[in-house]
């Protein structure tokens, strides 16, 4: 057993004890929520599960929970150039209706703020509220602490049989210094429900975005996740998410991480009744002091369950880069297929790639296959792009963008493809 | 008549290159003029494509000795992107396999890049299709080829063919086509010897290097010269190519006082 590293000052001005909410049911959960907190503390690389993640940045800034207060509108875009639809904004800690866009939403899909949804249907969501996203483990600190302080999410809900064409965003922008908005979602989908949902996490300056997402898939369900992060050199953006899967349905996950102090995209997803997929794709890049850390657990918990993950990686001189994939396939979950593949593209000697697929396997007729692989650029096609005229920085660019580029294929918006696209090799969009 | 005929385009002086510490090309001396045509032959081994390569800027050889004028310029202080916008096209012996670069991204970088340097406005994707596609016409080169990654799985031939494709689109100034002719079949070769033909003419230079007589037959050139371990052993004009047709290498090799091994070379 580890000792948790003990709070120091700034993380103490940020925890203080989870306020009443007149919920008694969430009022207990948050209670117990806040006691495994102080019990395990914040997680670091003293632990297995964040090897990678330095969250020294954690303890080091002035950081804290935002008040609560509407902020006047900013300046800054928000939401992605292309990813058109309904949207739920947030800045600096607060809904924002001015800024969102629900009113047209599709008969069958509900989106409503989390305090709101909480307060009108408490019996039903406290079944699975918090529930999805369990506080086991010594790595379940951020988790636990953004369940205790969490007040501000959206409770999404789509009934049996609705399928919702355009994409439904959640954007999440800091535009104030200092600010660390602890953000919940709940998702729950119905039989043969479909959605396309973003999340896109903003900040400028020093802040920490701490999320975390419960998804709840029910039988042919489907749902593509996108997952955008845009950091900058002073932001933390720390998500788990957790996912359910019933039979026969799908999950898609679509991260980006494109410079970050520390950015930690999370996964976990159990496929729990036969026939279950997943498909988890990452793309993540950096230089000087940035930081990302991508993580999934996938639990094979039904035969014939089926999960492929991709993820590529980046990194300029002074970035780490991460990937740790643990596939468990339980007893009993015979012919599943797990694939894992990871590759990094290291633009400078000054950076570093680490990669950690890790299979448990207690079945014994099941396929499963990983690689790893760390690269620079192809010297050969570099000098052919430039024997083209092609000028050097823009010959690399190509090669860098071409690198991610089956990651992002996967995208299922395109819009977001070329988001990330921009981020990790910038120059023209073939 | 163009101005610029017998004015030197190219000139290579006392060239010597080494490849990790082995010398590979020692001391070679070649002047091509402006709408000359220059074949180069010589054994497998002999540095033919070293020669090209280090023309073309490709990094890994180490000039040693000796000095390249082009256009009156010093070439070998020029990065291979400014070689290329000033003119010069390689063929590559191996065309280069870019997975996820899509062919008709790729052209359309390397022409903007080549038309800005040159001061001609960027071309649209309209306006570049509609070159890309003429000239694709012209060299045979099928459409479905625009629209897969640069050279992957590309056959052999295809692979020749969107060398030549390539070059009829940049329009240099000195094109260097390393065996262009390997593993084309008799049409395909009708085809690229074609291409080369079209682009035939007083302000235009070619450096052939090949093994076959057959492609000396389809281009004629003005000069050839035999390259054997690093040296020029011998030039001559196209008469040369039938007579290395008819006797092999071997009689250059001993009156320039080489063994097969290269032995007594100096
Ligand atoms: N990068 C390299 N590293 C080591 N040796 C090299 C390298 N490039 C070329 N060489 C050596 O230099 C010599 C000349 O090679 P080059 O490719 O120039 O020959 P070539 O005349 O083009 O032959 P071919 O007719 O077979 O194409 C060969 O012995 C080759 O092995
Ligand atoms: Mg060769």
């Known amino acids: 057993m580890s000792t948790p590293r003990p709070l120091q000052a700034p993380t103490l001005a940020l925890a203080r004890a989870p306020r009443q909410t007149g919920f008694p049911w969430l009022d207990a959960l948050r209670g117990r929520a806040w006691e495994t907190f102080r019990r395990v503390g914040l997680p670091g690389p003293r632990l297995d599960e964040w090897k990678y993640a330095d969250t020294h940045p954690l303890t080091q800034a002035e950081l804290r929970l935002p008040s609560g207060e509407m902020p006047p509108a900013v300046n800054a875009q928000v939401g992605i150039d292309g990813i058109d639809g309904p949207r739920a904004v947030f800045l ?24 709101e949804a909480l307060a009108e249907d408490g019996e039903t969501l406290a079944r699975v509220y918090g529930l999805i996203a369990d506080l086991d483990g010594a790595d379940a600190g951020l988790r636990a602490l953004d369940l205790a302080l969490a007040e501000q999410g959206a409770v999404i809900e789509v009934a049996a049989g609705t399928a919702m064409e355009a994409p439904l965003s959640l954007v999440h922008l800091v535009s104030d210094e200092g600010l660390a908005p602890q953000w919940r979602h709940l998702v729950i989908l119905g039989e043969g429900a479909r959605l396309t949902l973003v999340e896109h996490y903003q900040g400028l300056g020093t802040h920490w975005h701490n999320a975390v997402t419960e998804i709840d898939l029910g039988a042919r369900a489907e749902l593509d996740h996108l997952r955008l992060y845009e950091a900058g050199e002073g932001g933390v953006h720390t998500h788990e998410a957790w996912v359910r899967v019933a039979e026969a349905g799908r999950y898609g996950s679509y991260a980006a991480t494109a410079g970050a102090r520390l950015a930690r995209p999370y996964t976990t997803v159990s496929l729990e009744a036969p026939e279950a997929r997943a498909g988890l794709y990452g793309v993540y890049g950096g230089s000087g002091r940035h930081q990302a850390d991508h993580s999934t657990r996938t639990d094979h918990r039904a035969p014939r369950t089926q999960s492929v993950q991709l993820f590529k990686g980046v990194l300029d001189a002074g970035a780490r880069g991460a990937y740790t994939g643990r596939v468990v396939v339980h007893p009993g979950a015979q012919k599943i297929e797990a694939e894992q593949r990871n590759a990094n593209l290291l633009l400078s000697r000054a950076a570093e ?24 650029l192809d010297r050969d096609a570099l000098f052919y792009l430039r024997a083209r005229g092609i000028g050097e920085p823009e010959a690399r660019a190509i090669l860098t963008r071409a690198f991610v580029e089956d990651v992002l294929d996967a995208f299922p918006l395109p819009a977001a493809a070329r988001w990330a696209r921009e981020r990790l090799a910038p120059g023209d969009n073939p | 008549m163009s101005a610029n005929e017998k004015q030197p385009l190219l000139v290579i002086e006392d060239l010597w290159v080494q490849v990790e510490d082995k010398t590979i090309l020692k001391g070679i001396d070649l002047t091509v003029n402006y709408g000359e045509v220059h074949a180069i032959m010589g054994p497998n081994g002999s540095g033919k494509s070293t020669l090209a390569n280090v023309l073309a800027g490709r990094e890994g050889y180490e000039v040693t000795r000796g000095k390249v004028t082009y256009k009156g310029r010093d070439l070998l202080a020029m990065p291979p992107e400014e070689r290329a916008r000033e003119g010069i096209f390689l063929a590559f012996q191996y065309p280069v396999e870019i997975p996820g670069v899509n062919n008709i991204y790729f052209l359309k970088a390397a022409v903007n890049a080549v038309r800005k340097h040159r001061g001609l406005p960027e071309l649209d994707a309209m306006d570049f299709l509609e070159l890309v596609k003429e000239k694709m016409a012209q060299m045979k080169v099928r459409e479905e080829m625009l629209y897969r990654a640069v050279n992957e799985g590309f056959s052999g031939g295809e692979k020749k063919r969107n060398e030549i494709l390539q070059m009829a689109l940049l329009e240099p100034t000195l094109a260097i086509l390393d065996e262009i002719d390997s593993g084309l079949d008799i049409d395909a070769l009708r085809d690229v010897a074609d291409g080369v033909n079209a682009l035939r003419g007083p302000d235009r230079s070619f450096i052939m290097v090949t093994h076959y007589q057959r492609l000396l037959h389809y281009i004629e050139p003005d000069h050839i010269h035999v390259l054997a371990y690093g040296e020029v052993i011998r030039s001559g004009d196209r008469t040369l190519a039938h007579e290395l047709e008819e006797r092999g290498y071997g009689w250059l090799l001993e009156e320039a006082g080489m063994d097969a091994q290269g032995a007594g070379a100096p």
């Open chain 1, 92 to 115: 600096d800690g607060v809904f924002h209706p001015g800024l969102s866009r629900l009113d047209e939403l599709p008969e069958g899909v509900r989106v409503r703020p989390l305090m």
């Open chain 1, 353 to 376: 790639a680490d990669a950690r697929p890790q299979l448990e396997i207690y079945a014994d007729d099941v396929k499963c296959a990983h690689g790893a692989a760390v690269g620079e």
